[in-house]
DNA sequence: AATCGCTATGTCCAGTATGACATATATCGA
DNA sequence: TCGATATATGTCATACTGGACATAGCGATT
């Protein structure tokens, strides 16, 4: 896991247990938070390739431009369902998706 | 749509707008049916592979008979989260999770 | 340095999800 | 039929989510 993973984990409020070491995490809890970045990644990156600012994306999906921040941050409290329903409105296929989950298992750098 | 998913989606509390017309769905709001139907069949497929009954997956999963039997019926109180973080603690991979995504675009069965 | 456009962060509370429990239904073997 | 095992359904208290708002940071332009 690289140091700019690492920042943006603690940034978003991951700190797994108790203490800063967020690497008390089981395989599958850091799978997930894994995946849920890969989403929040895709997010921004289908919102760049349409040049539309954060808060342009807000009013299409009916949100605020904090909760898209949040979004593309991984943000504790921005949930799956939250990160897939927005990423299908703004154009995402299913498989579009798939590909972005997929990413964060090659992501993967130890 | 065929008529077994159909059933599915009803007992599943899905009545989209306030009549029994469920069709009354943006194409998003479909997808997002569709994905999370598709990740409920994979979890009971995974379940079925691995030879355990719903109690035993509950017990693994830290929850109960019930919520998984709701898991598997992709009922509405169930979130995209729960389904997702089940399926890694069971066993399957960001890229197994991805490829019942993609499944959930090409099941339009129209 | 003041303003502007864009993004990030913190908080609130109404609405939602979830584990737990009770209970119902289904299937199968004795 | 009875009992046992597996699955489905309904409800509740509590924890979490998400839109909204406020505000802060930050680079670029004037």
Redesign the interface.
Known sequence: MNIDKKKRLERSGWTAGGAADFLELTP?EA??I??KLALATGIREVRHRSGLTQTEVAARLGSSQSRVAKMEAGDRSV???LL??SM??IGA???V???W??R??TNRAV
Do not use: G, M, N, Q
Request: proline share 5%.
């Open positions: 599958e799978s997930f894994e995946l949930s799956l369902d897939v329903k299908l409105r296929s299913p498989t998706i798939a590909k989950i997929r964060a298992e």
